[in-house]
Structure formats: structure tokens, C-alpha cells
Nanobody, 122 residues
């Protein structure tokens, strides 16, 4: 049974930083993605990282501010979020895909974390 456990969300002022973590149990050779869902909005893609960590991709609104990384020895993926903005407020989800190449489409992911709330005040 594969489980994803997220941590690191919280309340921060605009311009601040948070680091989200997602620890995966079971197999570790997953491509990983991060998605977020704000109230009243659909879930949207944020970032993805290949199983090796060599390839990353970000949605335009977070480029230059967010960094996706992974430590496969710890079975953990990270999303470092800097210069946060109120529009980044959402529940953030990590997801694992049974393929080495990540995807920006939520339907391509097989396992999901429980979500962690990120709130950015202005």
C-alpha cells in the first residue's frame, strides 16, 4: 500500500516562505507532482519532478518562486515556496505517478496525499 504524507503548510505573510514535504511509503521510483485547489476553484497543476529529480517543470505563476526537489534516500519530495502571494492560498496536494516521467495532468497520478493548507495573508 502506497501512502503519501504531507507536511509544512501554514499561515504566512505575503513575501514569506514555506517548505512543503511529501513522504512516500512503499516504492520510491515515482514521478511526483504538486497540485493546489483554492476555494471555489478547480484543482490546478503547480510543479512536477521526474523520478530521478533531474527534470522539473512549473506552472508559469510560480516560476522563479517555487522549487521542487526530492531526496530519494528519504523517500521525500519538497516544494520550497518563496515570495508567497495571497493568490497562492490553497490546499496543496502531492501526487505520485507509476512512471518515471511526471505529468501536469492530475488524471495521470495514481496516489495522492491528504493535502496541506497554505494561507498567505496580504
Amino acid at each position: 500500500q502506497v501512502q503519501l504524507v504531507e507536511s509544512g503548510g501554514g499561515l504566512v505573510q505575503a513575501g514569506g516562505s514555506l517548505r512543503l514535504s511529501c513522504t512516500v511509503s512503499g516504492r520510491t521510483s515515482y514521478a511526483m507532482g504538486w497540485f493546489r485547489q483554492a476555494p471555489g476553484k478547480e484543482r490546478e497543476f503547480v510543479a512536477r519532478i521526474s523520478s530521478t529529480g533531474l527534470n522539473t517543470y512549473y506552472t508559469d505563476s510560480v516560476k522563479g518562486r517555487f522549487t521542487n526537489s526530492r531526496d530519494n534516500a528519504k523517500n521525500t519530495v519538497y516544494l520550497q515556496m518563496n515570495n508567497l502571494k495571497p493568490e497562492d492560498t490553497a490546499v496543496y496536494y502531492c501526487a505520485a505517478r507509476l512512471e518515471p516521467v511526471a505529468s501536469y495532468t492530475s488524471y495521470d497520478y495514481n496516489y495522492w496525499g491528504q493535502g496541506t493548507q497554505v494561507t498567505v495573508s496580504s
